[in-house]
């Protein structure tokens, strides 16, 4: 039986960099510190003093590593992979970078369905989950012109060292679900993934042509499902998530009519019938709020 030593060796920071070229992506270095407070963190410091694109960090092990809201999320070194990456997405409308940190969720997915044959599901924004149990955060942030996305997953995490984090949800990690992998071989997969996607969305900014709509949606766990969404400010809606749209923003459905949901914490329940209409609350227009312009991600700290 494996051991989570056996998948805590410091990752290969040759092997990395020799294989950076083949990764489709805009990536021009990879730096692996073993410990930081936050790659995120670190990374919007280099962006603000105009450190360019492609710059990948990961560390061995984060001891203030974020989530939305400012929720922490820690790991034993070498336990999980976090990593940030620094873009510039100059070639896109801005109404189209909120799906940046959506796609660096397909990227984990993708790369875990792939490398264990485990059935990772992602719930917007960015939680990654594998039976209804997360896995893995992402976070984006932005800096001036540039964006910053973090991803933290957990590998070789055991029972004992998972701590449910502040969103509620139960946690994992790939040997939890008896299929741990090497964090390097997850890194060059997520980084594969995310920057051909990047790639493409620079080139044609449609989601819906390029495919990638039709790639939520076939990944997502939250559409189809009831949820209930707590909005900034303290409102909440409850209803039927239908779809993502173009903008990236998740579409409810609820007592009626048809919401934009921009930015929120998404908690999937099962719909309460009344009088054969769903329960709604607060009181907000059909766009029910504008996104943070700092902040887009999940509740598990990436970054």
């Known amino acids: ?16 960099t020799e294989e950076l070229p083949s990764f489709n992506g805009p990536w021009t270095a990879i730096e692996i510190v073993p410990q930081t407070g936050s790659t ?20 061995e092990e984060q001891t203030a590593g974020r989530g939305r809201m ?31 940190p959506l796609v660096a969720g397909i990227g984990t997915v993708t790369s875990i369905r792939m490398l264990t044959g485990l059935e990772a599901e992602l ?23 540039a964006i910053v996305v973090g991803i933290g997953v957990n590998v070789s995490t055991t029972l004992e060292e998972l701590t449910p984090g502040p969103g509620g949800l139960p946690p994992t990690s790939l040997l939890a679900e008896g299929v741990p992998v090497h964090r390097d071989l997850l890194l060059i997969e997520i980084l594969r993934s995310l920057g051909q996607w990047y ?9 819906q042509r390029i495919g990638l709509l ?7 766990a939250t559409v189809g499902r009831g949820v209930r969404v707590e909005l900034p400010g303290g409102q909440s809606i409850s ?37 054969g209409r769903t329960v709604l609350y607060g009181d907000f227009g059909r766009r029910a709020v504008a996104p943070c312009p700092h902040e887009q991600g999940s509740d598990a700290g990436a970054g």
Not at 78 to 92: I, K, N, Q
């Open 70 to 100: 400012g929720r922490s999320w820690v790991s034993p070194p070498g336990a999980a992979l976090t990593f940030s990456v620094l873009l510039r997405p100059e070639a896109l409308p801005p109404a189209r970078r909120p799906w940046l």
């Open 239 to 275: 209803g039927l998530a239908t779809g993502i749209d173009a903008d990236g923003q998740l579409l409810v459905e609820a007592d009626g009519g048809m919401y934009q949901i921009a930015a929120g914490d998404v908690i999937h329940v099962r719909l309460a019938a009344t009088g």
């Open 214 to 220: 039709a790639q939520y949606h076939k990944l997502s």
């Open 1 to 16: 039986m494996s051991s989570p030593q056996d998948y805590r060796e410091p990752l290969d920071a040759a092997r990395l």
């Open 40 to 59: 995120n963190t670190d990374l919007l410091e280099w962006a603000a003093r105009g450190l360019p694109e492609g710059v990948v960090l990961v560390a």
């Open 123 to 145: 719930k917007w924004p960015n939680d990654v989950l594998i039976g209804g149990r997360k896995v893995a955060g992402i976070l984006a942030e932005a800096a001036g012109n």
């Open 199 to 207: 790639k493409t969305m620079a080139a044609e900014p449609d989601p």
